[in-house]
Each structure stands twice: as C-alpha cells, then as structure tokens.
C-alpha cells in the first residue's frame, strides 16, 4: 500500500526566504506527483503536476522535481511571502491503485513579514 | 465555470440524524471523488464514481455511508445514523478524463456530530 509523507510538518520563515518542502513516498511505481495548496477553510488547488517521466515543473516562483527511484519529491518556493501562508500537500497516483491519488500529510507554512 | 459546488457549507447535526452531502461537479468532468479530511488521518479517498458508476468504494469506512451519483451533475454522501467520530470536513473533487491528472475539489463540507 501506497504512503506518502510529508516533512516538516509545520514551518515558519521570514518573508524573502527561500525554502524546500519534501514530499517521500514508499512505492515507485507511480503514475505522476502532484502538489496542492491548501488555504484554511477552503479546498485544494492544484499548483504542479508532474509526471513519472519528468524530472521537474515549474511555474513562478515554485519548483518541484521528482526522483522516482528514490520515492522522493521537493517544492521549491523562491523569496517567499505572506500570502504563501498555506498547507502544502503532495499526492502521488500509483499505477496499481487505479485513479486514486494517496496524500501526503501536508506541510503548514507561515511566512512573517 | 463555477467549478465544483458542495452543499451545505456547514452543518451541525445530533448524533443519530442522517446527514446528506451534495455535490455538483465541473460540467462536462466524468469522474467524481468524495474525500475526508481530519487532524488525524488527513486526506482519505472514501469513493470515486465514472460515468455515474461507483468504481471503488473501499474507504468508505462502514455501512452508515453511502454513495450515489443519479446523474453526471450530481452527487450524494449520506451517513446515517451519524456518529460524533464522522466529525470531518468532506470534500467532493471532480476530473476530466482527457486531462484527468487535473483534479478539481470543491471548498468542502464542514460536518460536526455533537
């Protein structure tokens, strides 16, 4: 059975930092990674999907990257800010697990201005 | 598109009533997920539908829930008789299957059983 977890489980940092999220799974045999973002009191969104083939995505400041072999991913988010407050969850879809995504803990971040 | 819409937003019920979660997903979306989420167990996939057809429901954590999708616009999550234990936020997700790495969740459904 597929586990993802997540550390930290929670993390603070000044505004402007740079910072790594991570993101580890125990089966490989997955068909794509994906990180959401969660804001209190509401769902979650979507922010990069990444696929068993590919190394990395990235779009603004976020960078995720994966390493299949190792059951390993990172989100990258660069000079953060207040408004990434947020909880940031990965999923992965494992091939023998149909459409199911299997999700991580979550990391909740707060950004001090 | 207004994306995915769940109702009620909030709910407070008696333990013993029966509680009813709708949910409208993206138009044109085939398959739909329920999830619930607490501080405990986090994100929990109870059941997902294609084409209006329940494909897997091994989450669904007992015979007090139940799952229906009458048509392609929308869908129920019934527990009855509700326990305090079913206290969780539940949360409806639709997909496409073209595209259907792209998962779309609705704001979610705040049950509390006192």
């Known amino acids: 059975k597929q586990e993802v977890t997540q550390i930290p489980a929670a993390l603070s940092v000044p505004e402007g930092e740079n910072l790594v999220l991570n993101c580890s799974f125990t089966?490989?045999?997955?068909?794509?990674l994906q990180w959401f973002r969660q804001d209190p009191g509401k769902g979650l969104t979507s922010l990069l999907l990444?696929?068993?083939?590919?190394r990395e995505q990235t779009s603004g400041r976020l960078n995720a990257s994966l390493d299949k072999s190792s059951g390993r991913s990172t989100l990258y988010i660069a000079a953060s800010q207040p408004g990434d407050s947020a909880t940031y969850l990965c999923?992965?879809?494992?091939?023998?697990?149909?459409?199911?995504?299997?999700f991580g803990g979550g990391t909740r971040l707060m950004v001090k201005p | 598109d207004a994306g995915v819409i769940q109702s009620p937003r909030h709910e407070v019920t008696e333990m013993g009533q029966e509680v009813t979660l709708r949910c409208k997903p993206i138009?044109?979306?085939?398959?739909l997920f329920w999830y619930r989420q607490t501080m405990m167990r986090g994100l929990e996939l109870l059941i997902y539908f294609n084409n209006n057809v329940p494909i897997d429901d091994s989450g669904m954590p007992e015979d007090r829930f139940s799952a229906k999708m009458p048509n392609a616009s929308f869908s129920t999550l019934k527990i009855q008789p509700s326990e305090p234990r079913d206290s969780a936020v539940y949360f409806c997700?639709?997909?496409?299957?073209?595209?259907?790495?792209?998962?779309?969740f609705g704001e979610g459904s705040w049950l509390t059983v006192v």
């Open positions: 999923a992965v879809r494992t091939y023998n697990a149909g459409n199911m995504l299997t």
């Open positions: 997700a639709s997909s496409f299957p073209a595209r259907r790495n792209t998962i779309y």
């Open positions: 138009s044109g979306h085939d398959y």
């Open positions: 990444i696929q068993s083939s590919q």
């Open positions: 089966d490989s045999a997955i068909y794509n």
